[in-house]
């Protein structure tokens, strides 16, 4: 029996090695890059965040929000560290329960799964941009430019449209939608934000931590807390990729409310800014020894004191509008990013199309989807990549079984 997977990322190089457990199967995985797991490698800035310790308790989103439950039961993020030290990677796991090689090289991940891959009973065609996949009687039929490739079983790992740069793209769900599926609306997720204020530009490379809630006509959208980064077209960082889900997709007025000190009350605040009124600082060091030394010029000349001013001289109204800016900085919001600065896909194939114990498709026999090309995503934080594990393997392991 053949197995043909079409994608060698995450989800396609999971399904692979699963599906080569019954030595009786033979594999061919098709990926159009020049090799696998490009888009593996640039994750998590070149650290590859591999999995996350709380992933199996939820963290997903899509049109069935439970559809991601059955596989990572199966092949939760416990499994997946074991089957990683089985091949031969060291991990470590931060107190967020985010998981990275213990080398922080996202390229020990993308190396042990390559060497995994050698095996007798599977072939990597590399440079194969599968085009048409056709089913017939026999099985199924995928066509490159090149040259076919016949299999009695099939399984769709192409990824997602986002991050196109690295390799994202529509032809996953072009070749699903070619066999009779549906595909939801697709929009960038974990994605940075554009702004519209002005003070951006001033503080681009600044980074912060702090507390961030997107509102949408006054009405609190998301929210989270975590580490923002100012760039020269808006908000980014892990906490702007956490709340970026959906924001600014339609009209109304969007806006992000940020906090840079949530762990301090205002009143608390205000006492030390107010205590500071006893130096000889001038205005533009306000802020000094609490925030990033621009940041906090900034959000002085935000509360409308001018740098030039004494600290002496400011009143207890001007020092109670430096904390409200401090605590609470409202930016306006634009848009998002575009798909290729995207780190994942919301939306994708239809997931009640597919069946969720098997990732088998209940319009086609023979067929399996897995990984972002299905409509399913995560939340920032290795959860993406632990559904490309979980959903793979499970999709692989039925596909690779001697019988349905």
């Known amino acids: 029996m053949v197995i043909g997977i079409v994608g060698g990322g995450a989800s396609g190089m999971a399904a ?25 490698q640039a994750t998590g800035n070149g650290r590859c965040n591999l999995s996350n ?31 990683f030290q089985g091949l031969g990677l060291f991990t470590v796991a931060e107190d967020s329960g985010r998981v990275y090689p213990y080398s922080d090289q996202a390229n020990s991940v993308v190396d042990v799964l390559r060497f995994a891959l050698d095996r007798p009973n599977i072939t990597v065609k590399l440079g194969f941009e599968a085009e048409k996949v056709k089913k017939y009687a026999g099985g199924f039929r995928v066509e490159s430019r090149e040259e076919t490739v016949e299999c009695d079983r099939l399984i769709i790992a192409c990824g997602g449209l986002a991050g196109t740069r690295l390799g994202g793209g529509m032809s996953g769900y072009q070749l699903l939608r070619a066999l009779g599926h549906h595909c939801t609306r697709l929009r960038p997720a974990l994605v940075q934000l554009k702004s519209g204020w002005g003070g951006v530009t001033g503080l681009k490379g600044v980074r912060a931590n702090c507390h961030a809630a997107v509102f949408h006509d006054g ?63 001038p205005a533009s060091e306000l ?59 919301a939306g994708g194939i239809l997931t009640k199309e597919f069946n969720a114990q098997t990732m088998e498709s209940r319009l086609v026999p ?26 793979g393997r499970l999709a692989g392991g039925h596909a690779g079984r001697n019988e349905i």
């Open 287 to 345: 802020l000094t020894g609490i925030l990033h030394n621009r940041l906090g010029r900034v959000l002085t000349q935000q509360a409308g004191i001018s740098a030039s001013r004494a600290v002496a001289g400011l009143s207890e109204y001007e020092i109670g509008q430096v904390v409200k800016a401090v605590k609470g900085l409202e930016v306006s919001l634009t848009e998002p990013m575009g798909m290729d600065s995207a780190q994942v896909t």
């Open 219 to 281: 009405k609190r959208f998301s929210e989270s807390t975590g580490e923002l980064q100012f760039t020269e077209y808006g908000l980014s960082g892990p906490v702007i990729f956490e709340i970026s889900r959906d924001a600014c997709q339609g009209g109304g007025v969007w806006l992000c409310r940020l906090d840079f000190l949530p762990e301090i009350s205002e009143e608390v605040l205000k006492n030390e800014l107010l205590r500071r009124r006893t130096t000889h600082l």
């Open 16 to 40: 692979a090695l699963a599906a080569a457990e019954n030595e009786n199967v033979r594999v061919i995985l098709m990926e159009r890059q020049a090799r696998v797991g490009r888009k593996l």
């Open 53 to 83: 310790l709380r992933a199996g308790k939820g963290g997903y989103h899509g049109d069935d929000g439970t559809f991601s439950q059955y596989a990572l039961a199966r092949f939760g993020p416990e499994e997946t560290l074991a089957w």
């Open 366 to 391: 023979g067929l399996y989807a897995c990984g972002e090309v299905l409509d399913v995503d995560g939340d920032c934080g290795g959860y993406n990549l632990q559904w490309a594990w979980s959903s």
